[in-house]
C-alpha cells in the first residue's frame, strides 16, 4: 500500500474519491436488494417448476401402468427425440439471464392400427415432462447466474462500505490535522520572527 502524501493536493483526491464512493454504494445497496429479491423469485420459481414436474409423472405414471411391463417403455424413445430448446435472454437487475419459451420434438410415424389408441396422449405427456426437465435447467442458470452477481455485487458492497469510505474518512482526516498543523506552526514562526525582528530594532 503507498504511502498517504500529506498535501493539499493528496486532500483533494481524497475528497474527490471518497464523494465518489458515496454516490456509487447507494446504487449498489439498491442493486444488491433488488438481486436478492430476484434470487427469492428464482427459487420459487425452481420449487413450482419441480411440483409441476412431480404431478407430470403422476400422469404419466398411469400410462406407464397400462404397459404391464418395462418392454412397452422401450416404445417412446424410438418415436420421440427432442430437436430444440428454444430460449431467449431478458435483463434481471442489470445481468442476462436466459429464460426458457419452449422445447421441440419430432415424433417418428407409427402404426395405429398395432399400437394403442392412448399412446398419442401418453407422448404428449411425455412430452410436457421433458419440456419442464429443460425449463429446469434454465430456471438452475437464472439462479447460478444471480446468485453469482449478487456474491459479486455484495463484495462490492462490503468493500465500499467497510474499505474505501472508512479508509477515504481517515485519510481525509489525517491529512487536514497535518495541514492545520503546519499552519499553526507557520504562525507561530510569523510571530517568532515578527517579534526578533522588533527586539532588533530596538
Known amino acids: 500500500m503507498a504511502k498517504l502524501k500529506l498535501t493539499k493536493t493528496e486532500l483533494k483526491n481524497q475528497q474527490n474519491a471518497y464523494k465518489q464512493f458515496s454516490r456509487f ?3 449498489l445497496q439498491l442493486k444488491k436488494q433488488q438481486l436478492q429479491l430476484e434470487m427469492r423469485s428464482s427459487a420459487a420459481r425452481l420449487r413450482a417448476n419441480e411440483k409441476e414436474q412431480e404431478l407430470t409423472r403422476r400422469g404419466l405414471n398411469a400410462w406407464i401402468a397400462l404397459f404391464g411391463d418395462e418392454a412397452g ?7 420421440l427425440k427432442l430437436t430444440r430448446v428454444d430460449k431467449a435472454v431478458t435483463n434481471i437487475a442489470g445481468i442476462n439471464v436466459p429464460v426458457f419459451r419452449k422445447a421441440d ?3 417418428a410415424e407409427y402404426d395405429l392400427f398395432r399400437n394403442d389408441c392412448w399412446i398419442d396422449d401418453a407422448l404428449e405427456i411425455l ?3 421433458i ?4 425449463a429446469h435447467q434454465v ?11 449478487l456474491r459479486v455485487t455484495t463484495q462490492r458492497v462490503n468493500l465500499f462500505e467497510k474499505v474505501k469510505i472508512p479508509e477515504c ?4 482526516r489525517r491529512i487536514r490535522i497535518y495541514l492545520g498543523d503546519l499552519d499553526t506552526a507557520g504562525v507561530v514562526r510569523s510571530k517568532i520572527a515578527k517579534r526578533k525582528t522588533q527586539e532588533a530594532q530596538l
Not at 417403455?73 to 418415436?79: I, T, Y
Not at 419440456?131 to 429443460?134: C, D, L, V
Not at 474518512?169 to 481525509?172: A, T
Open 25 to 27: 454504494l447507494p446504487t
Open 73 to 79: 417403455l422401450e416404445l417412446f424413445p424410438a418415436l
Open 105 to 107: 420434438f419430432e415424433v
Open 127 to 129: 412430452k410436457t415432462l
Open 131 to 134: 419440456a419442464q426437465q429443460e
Open 139 to 149: 430456471l438452475e442458470e437464472q439462479y447460478r447466474l444471480l446468485a453469482n452477481e
Open 169 to 172: 474518512r481517515e485519510n481525509i
